[in-house]
């Protein structure tokens, strides 16, 4: 789990957890001034030691000092070391023995464990050095576990001498190895307090070692270690790759992986249980018609119809207007109806069959099990003769019949003798009650449905004709028609088939937005609303169009080309004032002639190339420069085949694309031009 | 496969109800309800009902309102066989409503021409329609492109007996 964050001013109680905001700073991971090369601080000399500035062998400082002839002295690092519980150290430190006698003095390094309280738990003590045979420093070495319960440890070097002896020992070079916490792992703080208490508006200095406590305004926080247990899950059963072949009969195993099913069945199989459909729920039991009596399950257990004092039966039969066969069953607060065609009785209902008993009995009868509904006060129930209802007087059960039903009983009647088993609710957001008569008769007519898109046409060119898709209802569609706007002129619709047909001769150009309604033999109908644009600017191929005077920029204009192949030629005629002519095919410029004329041809004091840069310029087009017409161009001669200065350009068409375009850039005042774009010619395209 | 329902509603004067008839173009199976709404099943089709619904949809999308009437048998308003004069009428309800009345009961066909009014005519002057008849029956017609109930309904007549 994870614990709340502390929180400035916030009242704890006792033994709440936190963790901190700011964690505090790691401890230590080596110990401090263990060299002494610091001089005597954060050293803690106990018996007759002392700091010295003694220098062995080797130029190791050996600043622990016991003098001759005093029994035992030491010293203690002040580093804590924290180190998690079950993990080791390692403290290693040298001893000089000078010259002292072999055993006559000894040192060795210490570990010293202490709890959160500061309380000493444990002291691991290492090898003892007891001889330095030629002046030589050697290590003690002490490998040391964490036990239970301590927060912390500090390391040191413990120096012993037998009393008589007059020589000094030294030690030092303090040095520590293994596995430190830096900070305990899973860190936290728990108030310890006696009373419930707010904590300060800042942080408190939050101590890093276990155990250790700190004061925070009315709150007192102890460093733990929380503890966590985690769980995995593994599954103990699962099923198999693929579907196992189940079996079919009652009992019968399959192994599906690691688990094997058993084939139960989904009915109650107690053969007491009558399984007829008059069933209604009541007291914790399932009551259920079966002709002369009612039978009831166990309480609570539906699959149960036999256990003795428990589940057993209503004798309707052997009481008042119990002749008939039982026919229906309701509620009616918390009562038990039971209906059979001639009447009904009302029985108390109770967990324990000893409580049940007749209340009442009317002969007001139905056969209609699913007819019945609490409403409100009333219980509404279908007759013979319609809907009546039982209401309740007043505090006794006293049952009179009603007659709401009576403004719609000959309607109700009217679908009693030819309709299935009726249906009632009763819907209480509606303060309503429902009685439905299902009964066969013809679905509702599905009405016929319309769609497509017609394309464009073109001017005094025969249109491509569609159909569009037209899909039946219930019954035959008779006919299509246009119910609003209109086709294009010169277009036909063919009213039994939906179809625009072929061949017809657009006579206008412009867009043409019409509805369509396609109607059945019922008289159902849907509509399509559509827009056809008969093009303006659609010429055949091989013929010539001509311009002269003002400014043509561009004129554009479409060509049939036609679905065949081949060759297709560009004648063009231009003079001195500058044209370009373009062709467009299947979206690409096939055909581009650039500006033809007279570049140097000087009109009005300028010639036409310095005309056509600054139109360029002034329209933010780019530069151009004119390519020289044909000089054998005769003035006035507009005539493509007789004029000997006709210019000429072609494409190969390899698709079946019918219309080209044709644009002719004449930006000068004053142009002329002739253009006719040839129908492809098989024999040129493919020789 | 249709479902014929009758709705009983219950109002809030005590046992008075009212039914009503629809025809669903749709078998309903089962019925659950679920919050305060109800569903109907059909097959595989789950339908919840409307309350808010206006309309019949004769056609899938195309929803039609239909016209509520409001119906009184020829009352006598008083003594029988004595005309009585009738000079306006005052209605409670929501929704617009039409309101033509029957001046001859041996005529079933014989109203004057409905005459739409607000919904609630109550403030301001009566609406005027004089008449005399020795019975009346009014008729209320909604025209159903708003929901409409009807709530009362006040004749303003003058007994022509002589000493009445």
Same mark, same amino acid.
């Given at each position: 789990?994870?614990?709340?964050?502390?929180?400035?001013?916030?009242?704890?109680?006792?033994?709440?957890?936190?963790?901190?905001?700011?964690?505090?700073?790691?401890?230590?991971?080596?110990?401090?001034?263990?060299?002494?090369?610091?001089?005597?601080?954060?050293?803690?000399?106990?018996?007759?030691?002392?700091?010295?500035?003694?220098?062995?062998?080797?130029?190791?400082?050996?600043?622990?000092?016991?003098?001759?002839?005093?029994?035992?002295?030491?010293?203690?690092?002040?580093?804590?070391?924290?180190?998690?519980?079950?993990?080791?150290?390692?403290?290693?430190?040298?001893?000089?023995?000078?010259?002292?006698?072999?055993?006559?003095?000894?040192?060795?390094?210490?570990?010293?464990?202490?709890?959160?309280?500061?309380?000493?738990?444990?002291?691991?003590?290492?090898?003892?050095?007891?001889?330095?045979?030629?002046?030589?420093?050697?290590?003690?070495?002490?490998?040391?576990?964490?036990?239970?319960?301590?927060?912390?440890?500090?390391?040191?070097?413990?120096?012993?001498?037998?009393?008589?002896?007059?020589?000094?020992?030294?030690?030092?070079?303090?040095?520590?190895?293994?596995?430190?916490?830096?900070?305990?792992?899973?860190?936290?703080?728990?108030?310890?307090?006696?009373?419930?208490?707010?904590?300060?508006?800042?942080?408190?200095?939050?101590?890093?070692?276990?155990?250790?406590?700190?004061?925070?305004?009315?709150?007192?926080?102890?460093?733990?270690?929380?503890?966590?247990?985690?769980?995995?899950?593994?599954?103990?059963?699962?099923?198999?790759?693929?579907?196992?072949?189940?079996?079919?009969?009652?009992?019968?195993?399959?192994?599906?992986?690691?688990?094997?099913?058993?084939?139960?069945?989904?009915?109650?199989?107690?053969?007491?249980?009558?399984?007829?459909?008059?069933?209604?729920?009541?007291?914790?039991?399932?009551?259920?018609?079966?002709?002369?009596?009612?039978?009831?399950?166990?309480?609570?257990?539906?699959?149960?119809?036999?256990?003795?004092?428990?589940?057993?039966?209503?004798?309707?039969?052997?009481?008042?207007?119990?002749?008939?066969?039982?026919?229906?069953?309701?509620l009616y607060r918390g009562n038990l109806i039971v209906f059979n065609a001639e009447a009904f009785q009302l029985w108390?209902?109770?967990?324990?069959?000893?409580?049940?008993?007749?209340?009442?009995?009317?002969?007001?009868?139905?056969?209609?099990?699913?007819?019945?509904?609490?409403?409100?006060?009333?219980?509404?129930?279908?007759?013979?003769?319609?809907?009546?209802?039982?209401?309740?007087?007043?505090?006794?059960?006293?049952?009179?019949?009603?007659?709401?039903?009576?403004?719609?009983?000959?309607?109700?009647?009217?679908?009693?003798?030819?309709?299935?088993?009726?249906?009632?609710?009763?819907?209480?957001?509606?303060?309503?009650?429902?009685?439905?008569?299902?009964?066969?008769?013809?679905?509702?007519?599905?009405?016929?449905?319309?769609?497509?898109?017609?394309?464009?046409?073109?001017?005094?060119?025969?249109?491509?004709?569609?159909?569009?898709?037209?899909?039946?209802?219930?019954?035959?569609?008779?006919?299509?028609?246009?119910?609003?706007?209109?086709?294009?002129?010169?277009?036909?619709?063919?009213?039994?088939?939906?179809?625009?047909?072929?061949?017809?001769?657009?006579?206008?150009?412009?867009?043409?937005?019409?509805?369509?309604?396609?109607?059945?033999?019922?008289?159902?109908?849907?509509?399509?609303?559509?827009?056809?644009?008969?093009?303006?600017?659609?010429?055949?191929?091989?013929?010539?169009?001509?311009?002269?005077?003002?400014?043509?920029?561009?004129?554009?204009?479409?060509?049939?080309?036609?679905?065949?192949?081949?060759?297709?030629?560009?004648?063009?005629?231009?003079?001195?004032?500058?044209?370009?002519?373009?062709?467009?095919?299947?979206?690409?410029?096939?055909?581009?002639?650039?500006y033809v004329g007279d570049p140097d041809y000087i009109e009005g004091g300028q010639t036409y190339q310095q005309k056509?840069?600054?139109?360029?310029?002034?329209?933010?087009?780019?530069?151009?420069?004119?390519?020289?017409?044909?000089?054998?161009?005769?003035?006035?001669?507009?005539?493509?085949?007789?004029?000997?200065?006709?210019?000429?350009?072609?494409?190969?068409?390899?698709?079946?694309?019918?219309?080209?375009?044709?644009?002719?850039?004449?930006?000068?005042?004053?142009?002329?031009?002739?253009?006719?774009?040839?129908?492809?010619?098989?024999?040129?395209?493919?020789? | 496969?249709?479902?014929?329902?009758?709705?009983?509603?219950?109002?809030?004067?005590?046992?008075?109800?009212?039914?009503?008839?629809?025809?669903?173009?749709?078998?309903?199976?089962?019925?659950?309800?679920?919050?305060?709404?109800?569903?109907?099943?059909?097959?595989?089709h789950i339908h919840r009902v409307d309350p808010e619904a206006l309309g019949d949809e004769v056609a899938p999308g195309? #929803?039609?309102?239909?016209?509520?009437?409001?119906?009184?048998?020829?009352?006598?308003?008083?003594?029988?066989?004595?005309?009585?004069?009738?000079?306006?009428?005052?209605?409670?309800?929501?929704?617009?409503?039409?309101?033509?009345?029957?001046?001859?009961?041996?005529?079933?066909?014989?109203?004057?021409?409905?005459?739409?009014?607000?919904?609630?005519?109550?403030?301001?002057?009566?609406?005027?329609?004089?008449?005399?008849?020795?019975?009346?029956? #009014?008729?209320?017609?909604?025209?159903?492109?708003?929901?409409?109930?009807?709530?009362?309904?006040?004749?303003?007549?003058?007994?022509?007996?002589?000493?009445?």
């Amino acid at each position: 789990m994870a614990y709340p964050v502390w929180q400035p001013g916030t009242l704890y109680q006792p033994g709440d957890i936190v963790v901190p905001i700011t964690a505090p700073s790691p401890t230590a991971t080596a110990v401090e001034n263990g060299d002494f090369s610091a001089g005597a601080s954060n050293w803690d000399f106990t018996g007759a030691a002392f700091y010295s500035t003694h220098v062995s062998k080797g130029g190791w400082r050996t600043a622990v000092e016991l003098p001759g002839n005093q029994p035992s002295g030491g010293a203690l690092n002040q580093t804590k070391l924290v180190v998690p519980v079950g993990k080791k150290i390692t403290a290693t430190c040298l001893i000089d023995q000078g010259a002292s006698i072999a055993g006559a003095t000894r040192g060795w390094v210490e570990v010293h464990w202490f709890s959160g309280t500061d309380v000493l738990l444990r002291v691991d003590k290492g090898n003892q050095v007891d001889s330095g045979a030629g002046g030589a420093v050697h290590p003690s070495t002490c490998e040391s576990t964490c036990p239970e319960g301590a927060a912390y440890c500090r390391a040191g070097i413990e120096l012993w001498s037998v009393a008589d002896h007059n020589h000094a020992v030294w030690g030092g070079n303090l040095q520590v190895d293994g596995t430190f916490a830096g900070l305990p792992s899973d860190l936290a703080y728990k108030a310890v307090q006696p009373e419930s208490g707010f904590s300060d508006a800042s942080e408190p200095a939050w101590p890093p070692v276990l155990g250790q406590q700190v004061v925070d305004n009315e709150v007192t926080w102890e460093a733990i270690a929380s503890t966590r247990v985690v769980w995995a899950a593994e599954p103990l059963y699962v099923s198999g790759d693929t579907e196992p072949e189940w079996p079919e009969e009652e009992g019968g195993m399959v192994k599906d992986g690691t688990v094997t099913l058993r084939a139960v069945s989904r009915r109650v199989e107690d053969p007491n249980c009558p399984n007829t459909k008059i069933v209604a729920i009541a007291a914790s039991k399932v009551f259920c018609g079966d002709d002369d009596i009612v039978r009831y399950s166990a309480t609570v257990n539906p699959l149960d119809w036999s256990t003795d004092n428990d589940a057993g039966y209503l004798p309707t039969g052997l009481q008042n207007y119990g002749a008939n066969p039982v026919t229906a069953m309701g509620l009616y607060r918390g009562n038990l109806i039971v209906f059979n065609a001639e009447a009904f009785q009302l029985w108390q209902v109770d967990e324990e069959p000893a409580s049940m008993a007749l209340l009442d009995a009317l002969p007001m009868g139905s056969t209609h099990h699913h007819a019945i509904a609490p409403v409100s006060n009333d219980l509404l129930f279908l007759a013979s003769q319609g809907v009546r209802t039982l209401g309740i007087a007043a505090s006794s059960t006293n049952f009179q019949a009603g007659d709401v039903g009576m403004p719609v009983d000959p309607l109700v009647q009217g679908r009693m003798e030819n309709s299935v088993e009726p249906a009632a609710l009763y819907y209480p957001a509606m303060g309503q009650y429902w009685l439905m008569f299902p009964h066969a008769g013809a679905p509702p007519a599905v009405p016929p449905q319309i769609s497509g898109q017609a394309p464009d046409g073109e001017y005094d060119f025969p249109y491509d004709g569609y159909a569009y898709t037209l899909t039946a209802g219930t019954a035959p569609i008779v006919r299509v028609s246009v119910v609003d706007g209109s086709l294009p002129p010169g277009l036909t619709l063919d009213r039994g088939t939906g179809t625009l047909e072929a061949g017809g001769v657009p006579t206008a150009p412009g867009s043409y937005q019409f509805v369509l309604r396609v109607e059945d033999a019922n008289g159902l109908y849907a509509d399509l609303a559509d827009e056809i644009h008969i093009g303006a600017g659609a010429i055949a191929c091989g013929v010539s169009s001509a311009y002269s005077g003002g400014q043509s920029f561009p004129t554009e204009f479409e060509v049939v080309l036609g679905t065949g192949t081949g060759t297709v030629t560009l004648d063009y005629l231009t003079g001195q004032n500058p044209d370009r002519f373009v062709v467009t095919f299947d979206g690409v410029d096939v055909i581009d002639t650039g500006y033809v004329g007279d570049p140097d041809y000087i009109e009005g004091g300028q010639t036409y190339q310095q005309k056509l840069d600054a139109y360029m310029l002034a329209h933010g087009l780019p530069q151009e420069d004119i390519n020289m017409f044909n000089p054998a161009y005769v003035e006035g001669d507009t005539n493509l085949d007789t004029n000997p200065g006709t210019m000429h350009a072609s494409f190969v068409k390899s698709s079946p694309t019918s219309m080209a375009t044709v644009k002719i850039y004449g930006p000068l005042p004053g142009t002329g031009w002739s253009a006719r774009l040839g129908c492809p010619n098989a024999d040129e395209g493919n020789p | 496969m249709t479902t014929h329902a009758f709705i009983y509603s219950m109002t809030r004067i005590g046992q008075v109800g009212a039914w009503s008839r629809y025809e669903f173009p749709f078998d309903v199976d089962d019925w659950t309800i679920a919050g305060d709404a109800l569903y109907l099943r059909s097959g595989d089709h789950i339908h919840r009902v409307d309350p808010e619904a206006l309309g019949d949809e004769v056609a899938p999308g195309e #929803v039609q309102p239909f016209p509520g009437l409001v119906q009184w048998p020829w009352l006598d308003f008083g003594q029988p066989g004595v005309t009585k004069m009738l000079y306006g009428f005052d209605v409670v309800g929501e929704g617009a409503v039409s309101v033509s009345l029957g001046i001859d009961q041996r005529s079933a066909g014989l109203f004057t021409p409905p005459y739409t009014v607000p919904a609630d005519t109550v403030p301001g002057n009566v609406i005027p329609m004089p008449l005399a008849a020795p019975s009346l029956s #009014v008729r209320l017609t909604y025209d159903g492109t708003q929901a409409w109930q009807w709530n009362a309904l006040g004749l303003y007549l003058q007994d022509l007996r002589g000493m009445s």
